[in-house]
């Protein structure tokens, strides 16, 4: 029964359209109502929420990317990448994907990977001849790995929402093989696609040119190095190395590339303040309400419930990837991170998934769902910038589904694609 | 008088907003100078720190204010907008009053935690109590309130208008 009220309350709020950050908080109070829980603890963990060092990363990490990818750095990513596979048939859709695995190594934002490689990547599929749709497409689909490679301010939220034992660097690390399957499974589709359609190969770069982007992008993919290396080798905390990405990513901006005018850069804070503080408002409420769930004693129960229908752990995360996948059509990743990870982690645990694979399973599975209706972010904003309908993209996007599901199969099915990277680093 | 509301609201929102940015911006100049002043100077700097996390819960509770009036937060519009016009409009008062009965929440038992912990001292800055610490949520609680009285009796922020349009999305997943 406490559980009712309080799940079910918090749905009901959603439902009628309250921002989910604060069904989140007003669900917690009519649990701490209902279970006479004092206001004041749930109080007390609302400002616990945003009272941690680790947190700090998000912001950090979102400005840095922001930064980048207004800052000219898409499009020259989207050069380095046009060196390297654009003179393949089907060449630009190649180019697409990996400026997209390159883009997730500066953000981890697939609503920004969308914005900013869209922008330069399906007008000029367009114009070479490719059909708007299928640009548009690979565009939403391939951005799914910023979510995965590192950093990802995503992977940050999860940590945080597993309750901070879990080491974001591992995190992190564990992101690459998985995010660079998903762009793997994509480009084998497109050369698929490119066969049957005859799609054209592009021009290949002569040589002194190529080196020339090459280096021009470079300066953008050194913000990985920063923050891999200085993680990995112990010189810098995760949310330390995020401040030093902001500055670096501030410094390259401004006085190498020299494309974005003084004059931008309030607007830029002004939109880095205002996607940061919903989701830092929502780690806040959230927090509040893992704190009902645990006194409520409600993953303990679900565990046991989860453990009655099946001990297999296959199936049980077969459910779980179910379950998943249709709420990530109905609702973001970040708040579904947040709300579903303190549920379904003890489960999970209780089987014998290591936190880290489980994260990468809800990161790819709530991926999927930025690109599925009737709710994805990253699919109403690539058809925004595609300018094509949600229903025109549904109708060529089925394969594209199909590429992303063998991978989160494989992530799901596979745990060494997660933990093998890392196994080999020990902290 | 709305007008003169609307006004006041308008400004309130640009000062959350410069609130929350200047936090924002300190913030990333801190957390590196520590690292600096560790690996270069050699000595290290207890402050910046728990400055920067001082500076998140202002930036935090002011800035989901801002985000409240700018229609930034993520909710669920798939259900109501099933709905005729009528029933839609009745739903968003509804939204309202709870959203208030929240804002209510934070503003007596975030003052309530202020007060309880107001003699209790930071340990890296011993001249700042505590309490005062969390005064961000009370204050934000108070803000998030004039946000919301605006919205049931005026409407949506009219000098938002164009930005409300353009930031349908956040660059957050």
Redesign the interface.
């Known amino acids: 029964m406490d559980a009712f009220v309080l799940i079910g309350t918090l749905l009901l709020?959603?439902?009628?359209?309250?921002?989910?950050?604060?069904a989140l908080?007003?669900a917690s109070?009519a649990g701490a109502a209902w279970g006479d829980i004092p206001?004041?603890a749930?109080?007390?963990k609302?400002?616990e929420g945003?009272?941690?060092?680790t947190?700090?990363a998000i912001?950090?990490f979102?400005?840095a990317?922001?930064i980048m990818?207004e800052g000219g750095m898409a499009r020259r990513l989207v050069g380095l990448a046009f060196v390297l596979v654009g003179w393949i048939r089907g060449g630009l859709a190649l180019v697409n994907i990996l400026a997209s695995s390159f883009f997730g190594c500066i953000s981890g934002?697939?609503?920004?990977d969308t914005?900013s490689i869209g922008t330069v990547m399906i007008p000029q599929m367009v114009k070479a001849g490719y059909p708007r749709v299928f640009a548009t497409n690979v565009t939403i689909c391939g951005s799914v790995q910023a979510?995965l490679i590192p950093p990802s301010?995503?992977a940050v939220i999860y940590a945080l929402a597993a309750g901070g034992t879990i080491s974001i660097a591992h995190l992190f690390i564990a992101g690459v093989f998985p995010g660079l399957l998903l762009g793997a499974s994509l480009v084998v589709l497109c050369l698929i696609i490119a066969k049957r359609e005859n799609f054209p190969k592009g021009e290949r770069v002569p040589f002194r040119q190529a080196l020339r982007i090459a280096a021009d992008a470079l300066w953008g993919l050194g913000t990985m190095i920063i923050i891999l290396g200085g993680i990995l080798s112990g010189?810098?905390t995760a949310?330390?190395s995020a401040?030093?990405a902001?500055?670096y990513a501030f410094l390259v901006t401004m006085f190498v590339y020299r494309d974005y005018r003084w004059s931008e850069l309030?607007h830029l804070?002004?939109?880095?303040?205002?996607?940061?503080?919903?989701?830092?408002?929502?780690i806040?409420f959230a927090s509040a309400f893992g704190y009902m769930l645990a006194i409520m004693q409600l993953p303990a129960k679900l565990t046991a419930f989860f453990l009655t229908v099946s001990n297999n752990k296959y199936v049980v995360l077969f459910l779980i990837n179910l379950l998943l996948l249709f709420l990530g059509t109905?609702?973001?990743?970040?708040?579904l991170l947040l709300i579903c990870t303190p549920i379904l982690l003890p489960v999970v645990r209780a089987l014998g998934v290591d936190p880290l694979h489980f994260g990468m399973i809800m990161m790819v599975n709530l991926g999927i769902g930025?690109v599925t209706p009737?709710?994805g972010?990253?699919l109403?904003?690539g058809c925004a910038i595609g300018k094509i309908t949600i229903e025109q993209s549904m109708k060529g996007i089925w394969p594209f589904y199909g590429a992303m599901l063998v991978t989160l199969a494989i992530v799901t099915y596979v745990p060494a694609v997660s933990m093998w990277l890392p196994s080999l680093f020990k902290f | 008088m709305r007008e003169l509301y609307a006004r006041l609201m308008a400004r309130l929102y640009r000062a959350s907003i410069w609130i929350a940015g200047i936090a924002i911006v300190v913030m990333t100049l801190v957390i590196p100078w520590g690292v600096f002043t560790r690996y270069v100077l050699g000595t290290g700097s207890e402050w910046p720190e728990p400055l920067a996390i001082l500076l998140m819960i202002i930036f935090t509770f002011f800035g989901a204010a801002a985000c409240y009036r700018a229609n930034a937060h993520i909710s669920v519009a798939l259900f109501r907008d099933m709905l005729p016009p009528p029933a839609r409009a009745a739903l968003a008062m509804v939204v309202d009053l709870l959203m208030a009965l929240l804002a209510l929440f934070m503003i007596v038992w975030g003052a309530r935690l202020v007060e309880a912990t107001w003699h209790q001292s930071i340990a890296e800055f011993p001249w700042l109590p505590v309490g005062a610490s969390y005064m961000p949520l009370p204050l934000g609680g108070i803000v998030t309130l004039l946000f919301i009285v605006e919205h049931a009796w005026i409407g949506p922020a009219r000098d938002l208008a164009e930005a409300l349009a353009a930031d349908a999305a956040t660059e957050l997943d």
Not at chain 1, 13 to 22: C, D, F, H, K, Q
Not at chain 1, 50 to 53: E, T
């Open positions: 709020l959603i439902a009628i359209g309250m921002p989910v950050a604060y908080g007003l109070l206001y004041e749930v109080m007390i609302i400002a945003v009272n941690r060092f947190l700090l912001p950090f979102v400005l990317g922001a990818a934002s697939s609503v920004a914005a979510i301010h995503n010189v810098f949310t330390e401040a030093v902001c500055v309030p804070v002004h939109r880095t303040v205002k996607t940061v503080a919903m989701v830092m408002i929502l806040g109905l609702m973001d990743l970040a708040p930025l009737p709710v972010t990253t109403f904003v």
